[in-house]
């Protein structure tokens, strides 16, 4: 089950990229409906224990203006992880991004060629949903140019999960606050709380 907090934290980091990528190109709303985006990156999700193994692979965001399709594929972990979690075809979703305001600071972050500035400085919000193997999510995600924060509700046909995240930059790296509850499939009455802070 730790792959649903992963792909949330990647796909928190698409919504960044893709506020980059179609803000970049026009400042007008009218423009930005009209921009198509292709953008595919490595990723790597380091071990969450201390004798685990890593996984590496690549997620790809496409689509145009508001609306966007990703997929997140990581080679091999379809031999290691339960066919519940985890399939060759891996993490499929789309999304729409309902508003999005560049601000000076997005600007100057362009002009910086600081990506990680551009996203957490524009201004946007919106929803998404995801899928993997027997599980699927939705969320949604908003940034007001100081704080990008989020909701999520993952059903998987053993375990459920819900919560909050809120993303803030750490020096070089990202960080990632978690509050969320896990519980049986269909038994909240049965959950149990977990904070997590988690570093990109």
């Known amino acids: 089950m730790n792959f649903k907090k992963i792909f949330l934290i990647i796909l928190v980091l698409i919504l960044g ?8 190109g026009s400042l007008e709303e009218i423009a930005f409906s009209n921009i198509p985006y292709n953008y595919t990156s490595h ?3 380091p071990p969450n224990q201390q004798n ?18 990703f997929t ?3 080679p091999g972990a379809e031999n290691t992880e339960s066919p519940l979690d985890y399939t060759k075809d891996g993490l499929n979703g789309t999304g729409h991004i ?10 100057t972050s362009l002009g910086a060629h600081d990506l990680k500035g551009a996203m957490f400085n524009t201004k946007f919000d919106g929803i998404f949903n995801m899928s993997c193997a027997a599980w699927t999510g939705e969320g949604n995600f908003s940034n007001n140019g100081q704080n990008l924060t989020g909701n999520f509700k993952i059903d998987g046909p053993m375990t459920d999960w819900k919560g909050t995240f809120n993303v803030k930059e750490d020096g070089n790296r990202i960080k990632l606050q978690m509050n969320y509850i896990w519980y049986p499939h ?15």
């Open 186 to 200: 269909g038994s909240p009455q049965k959950a149990k709380n977990v904070q997590e802070v988690i570093y990109m």
């Open 43 to 45: 990723v790597w999700i």
């Open 72 to 74: 997140i594929i990581l």
């Open 52 to 69: 685990g193994s890593s996984l590496g692979g690549f997620y790809s965001i496409y689509g145009k203006g508001e609306n966007f399709n």
């Open 17 to 24: 990229f893709l506020a980059y990528g179609t803000a970049s």
């Open 98 to 107: 309902n508003n999005i305001d560049i601000t000076y600071n997005t600007i």
